[in-house]
């Protein structure tokens, strides 16, 4: 895989907390590596780091060591400045939303533009594009309250796009949804990657999710990476007695 | 009718007028610079907690600290204590404007208290969200915190503005003049208690505009 292949490389990375005196290691020397245009898969039991693994992405979380590249730049080397422009190319998305009750659809979309020099009208119409393109243009002038939680979620996803991120970070984004939205909300993932050719990674703790859209995935426990490899593999062949776990649980 | 109910109130009229422009006189200018202390000591309280978006621990420790020192001042000897301080700003420590003083330094740090009550309603993950989307700390003070907090903002405030109607009355004490003031130097010390029961009427009437007002414009920024 060439450098300029890979949208995500993570070296090495710990994470760990002081807590009453003792130190929690979140994440356990993690390395990967997410091909441009990929969908990857990070699955594992609640606790098992894989959030605070993904937020090392962006830096939200700093790593205690190791080393964060994103497309290609080396994110601990940016002045905060530069950071917060490339945190504007990684979208994220959240199992809660995180939508601003006091603003309405469309203004929740138009929220990462804001400051950008980009006129008013322009913003308007690009926020009224992304709301066309998850299906929900007649919810424009709505407040998030208004709205089912597959309708947040797609507002959620639109309001990502906004600044034309290269890469979609899926934090348990359906894992609030029933099993019918969430195969909506895995379906338009699937056309943002086919149609925009948009990296995602994505965390889940239920294999479905893994298997419905993902190319490969990594299985954590505990802070590590303990198997990671293409899908397909992981299915046919699971090495770890946790994969295995994870492969029945979805077959009861 | 006032001469028949309010006798004393009626021969004292012009002094008792004067009064009720002194207690809005108070009101207004320490809400408007008590406001200004308060909200912007909330926000930085919000901001430099632990785990917040600029966290600076030790600065969070000394103006928690502050704040609850100075909350924890009875208003009565505030108003004494801060005297030397009023003196030095004001020029003086008798009158109206004089009582300006501990009236901002006592209400700013119960106002602080409430606004930083209020901007922790939002989830932390809200503010997650919008580190994730790129924005500044400063962005995020004015987009999220105080836009997402402007109905509770503003029923704080109300609360607040309530509560300084009390508070000038005591300023009263140390000359300061305005209802509390004649209700007690007049209305209690001349045993003409009308005038005592007008100044209580003005001022349940004053803090059932401020109610109304306040409750008014929180519905109209709540969209629904």
Same mark, same amino acid.
């Given at each position: 895989m060439g450098v300029a292949d890979v949208a995500i490389d993570l070296q090495d990375i710990n994470v760990t907390f002081e807590r009453k005196g003792e130190t929690v290691t979140a994440v356990n020397d993690v390395s990967l590596q997410v091909k441009k245009g990929s969908i990857y898969g990070i699955i594992g039991y609640s606790g098992a780091g894989k959030s605070t693994l993904v937020r090392v992405i962006n830096l939200l979380q700093r790593p205690s060591s190791g080393k964060v590249s994103v497309s290609g730049q080396d994110l601990q080397q940016l002045t905060d400045k530069k950071l917060r422009g490339v945190r504007q190319k990684v979208g994220m998305i959240f199992q809660h939303f995180n939508l601003? #009750?006091? #603003?309405?659809? @469309?203004?929740?979309?138009?929220?990462?533009?804001?400051?950008?020099?980009?006129?008013?009208?322009?913003?308007?119409?690009?926020?009224?594009?992304?709301?066309? @393109?998850?299906?929900? =243009?007649?919810? =424009? /002038?709505?407040y998030p309250e208004?709205?089912?939680?597959? /309708?947040?979620?797609?507002? =959620?996803?639109?309001? =990502?796009?906004?600044?034309?991120? %290269?890469?979609?970070?899926?934090?348990?984004?359906?894992?609030?949804? %029933?099993?019918?939205?969430?195969?909506?909300i895995l379906e338009l993932l699937k056309k943002l990657n086919d149609e925009l050719g948009l990296t995602i990674v994505l965390i889940t703790h239920e294999m479905q999710v893994i298997k419905s859209i993902c190319q490969e995935v990594a299985v954590m426990a505990d802070g590590s990476v303990i198997e990671q490899g293409l899908v397909g593999d992981l299915f046919t062949a699971p090495q770890q007695p946790l994969t295995k776990s994870l492969l029945s649980l979805r077959l009861m | 009718m006032l001469a028949n109910w309010f006798p004393n109130v009626a021969s004292i009229w012009p002094q008792f007028v004067q009064s009720t422009w002194e207690t809005l006189y108070m009101t207004f200018w320490s809400a408007l610079i008590a406001g200004v202390l308060g909200l912007g000591t909330g926000i930085f309280l919000v901001v430099t907690q632990p785990g917040g978006i600029n966290a600076d621990p030790s600065f969070y420790s000394f103006l928690d600290k502050v704040v609850n020192l100075l909350r924890s001042v009875p208003f009565i000897i505030l108003l004494a204590v801060m005297a030397p301080v009023t003196k030095y700003i004001v020029g003086t420590t008798v009158g109206t404007p004089a009582a300006l003083v501990p009236l901002i330094v006592g209400i700013f740090p119960f106002?602080?208290?409430?606004v930083q009550n209020a901007l922790l309603s939002i989830e932390p993950s809200v503010i997650e969200a919008a580190q994730a989307m790129g924005s500044s700390a400063t962005e995020i003070i004015f987009r999220i915190y105080l836009r997402e907090c402007l109905p509770d903002i503003i029923r704080v405030s109300v609360v607040t503005i309530i509560s300084l109607i009390g508070l000038t009355t005591m300023a009263g004490a140390i000359g300061s003049g305005g209802l509390g003031d004649i209700a007690i130097s007049v209305g209690y010390a001349r045993f003409e208690n009308d005038v005592t029961i007008a100044a209580l009427l003005v001022i349940l009437v004053l803090v059932f505009i401020t109610q109304i007002i306040g409750d008014w414009i929180a519905r109209k920024v709540e969209h629904l």
């Open positions: 601003l #009750r006091s #603003r309405t659809v @469309l203004n929740n979309v138009e929220y990462p533009l804001l400051g950008k020099k980009i006129s008013r009208k322009d913003r308007e119409a690009k926020a009224f594009e992304l709301l066309k @393109l998850v299906g929900l =243009a007649e919810y =424009a /002038q709505s208004e709205l089912s939680g597959g /309708q947040k979620q797609r507002v =959620a996803i639109a309001r =990502a796009l906004a600044s034309d991120p %290269d890469i979609l970070i899926s934090d348990e984004a359906t894992s609030a949804l %029933d099993p019918q939205t969430t195969a909506s | 106002y602080a208290r409430q």
